[in-house]
């Protein structure tokens, strides 16, 4: 990805959804620019995606340079300049906000354009479930429901499923599947792991 005339590569990344505001993430991001033949400029992000703020930012480098001459190279692509450094140094807090903002909608907003997200609930069911489109031809997704049954005494079950969906052709695919149910009342016995391997055909009218 591109950032600033600046192209990063992205080391790690985590992106994990939060059921009480899916659409504010936890954000784990690690992603570097190669600044010159011995220099690697690395920006870290950890927290929450909204809002950004300056102590959920690193910014380093290999071998360690000072954070202002980083920013100076991020802005400016120079390492030189004392009047730059100083600006850089006094705008510091405001410039890094700026900056791993555009990084971050670099790295997730392609992430979150093949991103579906469903969330319902009943007086008996609440669920979550995410997919996501790696590509045309491949879709991960995995849900949690949560059940209430109240027949003879209240019960909780919390069932978990993940699956990996790959389109062989326009109207074939191949879906693995594996959940687990478990009943905070019921035996160990009773909770169990189901895997599953389906070939799903599709006609559209």
């Known amino acids: 990805m591109v950032v600033n005339k600046k192209k990063f590569e992205i080391d790690r990344g985590l992106v994990r959804l939060r059921r009480q505001e899916v659409g504010n993430p936890y954000v784990n991001l690690t992603a570097h620019w190669e600044a010159g033949s011995d220099l690697r400029v690395y920006v870290d992000y950890q927290g929450l995606l909204s809002p950004i703020t300056d102590d959920k ?4 480098a290999d071998p360690p340079v000072p954070k202002d001459e980083i920013m100076q190279m991020l802005l400016l692509g120079q390492s030189t300049a004392v009047n730059a450094v100083n600006l850089v140094g006094t705008l510091s807090g405001t410039v890094a906000t700026t900056f791993a903002n555009d990084l971050l909608s670099a790295a997730t907003g392609s992430f979150f354009q093949q991103l579906t997200v469903s969330i319902g609930s009943s007086e008996s069911e609440s669920s979550v479930a ?43 695919s191949l879906r ?19 895997v599953g391997l389906d070939a799903l055909w599709q006609y559209r009218y």
């Open 57 to 60: 930012i690193r910014f380093r």
């Open 176 to 194: 693995g599947s594996s959940g687990y149910c478990a009943d905070e009342e019921a035996a160990a016995a009773q909770d169990g792991i189901s």
């Open 130 to 172: 995410a997919s996501w489109h790696g590509s045309d031809r491949v879709t991960v997704g995995a849900g949690f429901r949560q059940l209430e049954e109240t027949t003879d005494r209240a019960t909780t079950a919390r069932c978990c499923d993940i699956y990996l969906e790959w389109r062989v052709s326009d109207r074939w």
